[in-house]
């Protein structure tokens, strides 16, 4: 277990330390479509998942509350087949939750992530 | 055991501190459990629900008290043609895309509180059913076109798929604000402010040098504050539209109620208000945030490379100065299947105020002057519609106009001709704080902003009153 964790800090400092040197910081959207729509597009078997999927109240549930519990065990393909809670750093989770609030259903401009 | 705890976890709960708080409470939230559609309001409402289905808002036509051509017979926007997307029929409901797959119209119902069926004139279980409630009264409520298994189109809740969002949002029930009315209101036309000028989605976000009454630091009103009138019917029909619901109630910034007839100090102001409308003085200009369209011409196809979309050829202007005429509350109407006629200056005036200077009910008030360029069926002489929703996507527009032709006034194959066209459409919005009202010279001085001759007079009145005045008339 204790190992596991480790993995977990290592790996988030070596992002952190990815994302702060890069030039642009990626915005939510091009985020939401990296981290998430890979594994949430339409058709996908994970279900389809955009911004204007959830409202508002369900979206800081769900990041507050669900993303850890049902993406603890998920592993991306899309990037090297590493933990999803490892691939994205908290400082990209923040920038995607606020595209994800920002564009809910119910929000003034509901949107997928095109 | 040790629990399962993962840095990322804490660092979730360290960064996005708002955890959720408990179910939130709405006006609703007691009435019902589900939310399965107008059914559900239908329950409680069936009163309301009829009140709506008999207003313009849905009908879309209404009588015509005003239009001095009207004939006594219900009009609107169901069964008219314009010179902004020309006429619903055609072009009801419907998903175009562009050739990159991508949508670039969805049709006229989309500013129509329905479902996606045409509104129909008798009452029935299936009309009533289709009314979409919750696109003015419920805060949060977002919809989009979906086909149906049928091959039909529909409106539907964006979270048709998500329940307990859907029944969330359905309990958020009020009275309609100033955001539910402008998602129909500040787009219409085909985009941001094209149409109207002066009703603009930046008004939620301005101060009040952009509109006094609207602004939250201004007056701090809604639309419904002069609107609202009852049993769903609204006050004020403007200059250009057709219907006209509470002809027993209409409105005007000299009701009573607001501003009266003389609400200045200075008295030379005063003496203006029986000819000049509060407006002219009140609104310098128009589309301060957005741009409107002026011009359509719908004889010379535009492509919009970054859109991979066709349209008009649209001529957008910003801070535009109005127009000034003489109105009476009453318009001369192009109406559809009579020859057109056209005006000295050569157009066909697809709305034109009423009245003048030797008019007592008439007083000056502000436009915009809208041109386009319509077709018109030879030999008949009647505006023709456009069936835009495929030009759109093909740039065909012969095929678009016979085919508009066709749909409208089952003519076949139809020969036309291009006319040129002028609408006026009343300005009432975007007052301005008193400060920056019109001074007097904006209007009395050689290159103001009245065009004396053509309102009736010989020259500017200030300077017939002083000659008169040192008795060297």
Redo the contacts between chains.
């Keep these: 277990?204790?190992s596991?964790?480790w993995i977990?800090?290592v790996g988030?400092l070596v992002l952190v330390g990815v994302a702060m040197a890069a030039d642009k910081p990626a915005d939510g959207r091009e985020l939401y479509k990296e981290y998430c729509k890979s594994c949430h597009g339409p058709n996908s078997p994970h279900g389809e998942v955009t911004p204007?999927?959830?409202?508002?109240?369900?979206w800081?549930?769900f990041?507050?509350?669900k993303?850890?519990p049902s993406h603890?065990s998920v592993l991306d393909p899309k990037h090297d087949n590493r933990p999803v809670?490892?691939v994205i750093t908290?400082e990209m989770?923040?920038k995607i939750?606020e595209f994800a609030i920002e564009h809910a259903?119910?929000?003034?401009h509901?949107m997928t992530c095109g | 055991m040790?629990p399962?705890?993962?840095?990322?976890?804490v660092?979730?709960?360290l960064?996005?501190p708002?955890?959720?708080g408990q179910?939130?409470e709405y006006t609703h939230q007691k009435y019902f459990e589900h939310y399965e559609g107008t059914a559900t309001c239908l329950q409680c409402h069936a009163e309301e629900a009829r009140s709506f289905f008999h207003s313009q808002h849905y009908q879309w036509r209404s009588a015509t008290a005003k239009i001095v051509n009207g004939g006594g017979k219900e009009f609107g926007k169901i069964n008219v043609i314009n010179d902004f997307c020309t006429a619903v029929g055609p072009s009801w409901i419907g998903l175009t895309n562009n050739s990159r797959g991508e949508a670039i119209s969805k049709g006229c119902s989309k500013c129509h509180a329905g479902l996606g069926r045409l509104p129909e004139p008798g009452e029935s279980p299936e009309q009533l059913a289709n009314i979409d409630c919750l696109m003015c009264h419920a805060?949060?409520?977002?919809r989009d076109l979906y086909q149906r298994t049928d091959g039909g189109w529909e409106w539907r809740p964006?979270?048709w798929?998500?329940p307990?969002?859907l029944d969330?949002?359905a309990k958020r029930i009020g009275r309609p604000t100033t955001?539910s009315c402008l998602r129909c209101h500040a787009g219409s036309g085909g985009g941001p402010n094209f149409k109207r000028g002066d009703l603009e989605y930046a008004v939620t976000e301005r101060d009040r040098t952009f509109d006094v009454h609207l602004a939250k630091d201004g007056a701090g009103l809604d639309c419904l504050d002069c609107h609202g009138g009852s049993d769903h019917k609204v006050r004020g029909r403007g200059a250009d539209l057709f219907g006209d619901e509470m002809p027993d109630r209409p409105l005007g910034c000299d009701d009573a109620a607001c501003h009266g007839s003389a609400p200045h100090t200075v008295e030379a102001l005063n003496l203006h208000t029986a000819r000049v409308a509060c407006q002219s003085c009140h609104i310098p200009t128009f589309a301060k945030a957005d741009p409107t369209d002026m011009v359509r011409d719908w004889s010379t196809p535009a492509y919009h490379q970054e859109q991979d979309k066709w349209s008009a050829t649209i001529t957008m202007a910003k801070d535009v100065v109005p127009v000034y005429a003489w109105y009476n509350g009453t318009t001369r109407a192009q109406l559809p299947g009579v020859a057109v006629t056209r005006g000295r200056d050569g157009r066909v005036g697809m709305m034109l105020p009423q009245g003048d200077r030797s008019d007592p009910r008439a007083k000056i008030y502000p436009f915009k002057r809208h041109l386009a360029k319509m077709p018109v069926l030879v030999g008949k002489n009647w505006l023709l519609p456009i069936a835009v929703e495929e030009f759109f996507a093909s740039g065909q527009l012969d095929a678009a106009v016979k085919k508009g032709a066709e749909e409208f006034y089952g003519v076949k194959d139809a020969a036309y001709e291009w006319v040129e066209t002028v609408r006026y459409m009343g300005i009432s919005h975007e007052v301005v704080p008193a400060r920056g009202a019109l001074g007097c010279l904006d209007c009395h001085s050689p290159k103001g902003r009245l065009d004396w001759q053509a309102l009736g007079y010989r020259g500017d009145p200030l300077v017939a009153a002083m000659r008169a005045a040192h008795g060297k008339r």
């Design positions: 277990m204790k596991l964790l977990g800090v988030c204007m999927s959830l409202i508002v109240e369900q800081e549930r990041f507050a509350e993303l850890e603890r809670l490892e908290p989770l923040k939750k259903a119910d929000s003034e509901p | 040790v399962r705890l993962h840095l990322f976890a660092a979730v709960a960064l996005l708002s955890l959720p179910a939130r805060a949060g409520y977002n964006v979270l798929k998500n307990e969002g969330s949002v955001t």
